[in-house]
């Protein structure tokens, strides 16, 4: 999808652009935005992409609502049991993305027999204050806010980054070659962020993926943006009663090229990733 423009004499008109496939058939849709690009762009993309994305949405539909039968079948002490190692699982694999030594087996006895290895306590301490934030994630039902994801940051780090713990950075980073928005900037992009989530209508997995990839490039923290902006897409699947999507640390290089290329690659790598995941309930 993409904004085109066009001249007609000295006036310019924007329109904008989508083309799939459907049926062995490319379609390309256009809708008129006017002179000016609107502020509601979102809501427009999300309208000209409804009809493309009817198949797709069945299937990420039957996924949630396999899920749901399945969830309800599992009695209570089980279900608590099944979150902790989901806890476990996902705590691992979102640290050592960003460089945690503490491995899988290391994570189940640090959480679930209070065993510390000897490895670097900031990562310890880390795992600690990530598991515990992200049960309580998945047990309350709190709305999406600025707020909130201050608290989450806060909540990771106040043991071991206390300088940078809930705090929006007020300098510059630059993530490779990828230079992150102006700190200033931080603030308002954070609550079209958080405006965007809390309103849209797309299915709840392209929309965690739509929101992970934003969260990234404002990359609003001086640190911990990738466990922050993980955390934020399984919110928004977990609340709206999707299952939960862990990116794995072996699968991370795939992950990391994901994040380098535009927003809808991004997307449609996320969703390749969930379907393959979670196929055993498309069966």
């Known amino acids: 999808m993409r904004v085109i423009k066009r001249k007609k ?8 652009q989508h083309s799939y ?18 502020d509601n762009i979102d809501k427009i993309k999300e309208s000209l992409l409804k009809e493309s994305k009817k198949e797709l949405n069945l299937k990420l539909e039957k996924i949630k609502d396999i899920f749901q039968k399945e969830w ?112 200033q900037e931080i603030e308002k992009e954070i609550t079209k ?16 993926a739509r929101a992970h990839y934003r969260f990234e490039k404002i990359h609003p923290f001086g640190d911990g943006n990738g466990r922050i902006g993980r955390l934020l897409m399984n919110q928004i699947l977990w609340r709206r009663s999707y299952p939960m999507l862990i990116i794995e640390y ?11 290329k535009d927003e809808d690659s991004f997307v449609n790598y996320f969703l390749r990733r969930y379907l393959a995941v979670h196929k055993r309930r498309l069966a």
């Open 9 to 16: 004499g000295n006036q310019e008109y924007f329109y904008l």
């Open 21 to 38: 496939k459907k049926k062995n058939k490319v379609i390309t849709q256009e809708k008129y935005l006017g002179k000016n690009l609107p």
């Open 72 to 183: 309800l079948r599992i009695p209570p002490s089980a279900k608590q049991r099944e979150l902790e190692e989901i806890a476990i699982s996902f705590t691992y694999n979102t640290n050592a993305i960003e460089g945690s030594t503490i491995t899988l087996e290391e994570t189940r006895e640090i959480i679930k027999d209070e065993i510390t290895p000897r490895k670097s306590l900031r990562d310890v301490k880390e795992t600690e204050s990530h598991n515990r934030l992200f049960l309580k994630m998945l047990d309350k039902k709190t709305k999406l806010s600025k707020k909130l994801i201050l608290s989450w940051h806060k909540e990771i780090f106040r043991e071991t980054k206390e300088d940078i713990a809930g705090k929006f950075r007020d300098y510059l980073v630059r993530v490779g070659p990828y230079l992150a928005i102006d700190w």
């Open 193 to 208: 962020l958080v405006r965007f989530i809390n309103t849209s209508n797309l299915n709840p997995v392209e929309l965690s």
């Open 250 to 260: 072996a699968k991370r290089r795939s992950y990391y090229k994901a994040l380098t």
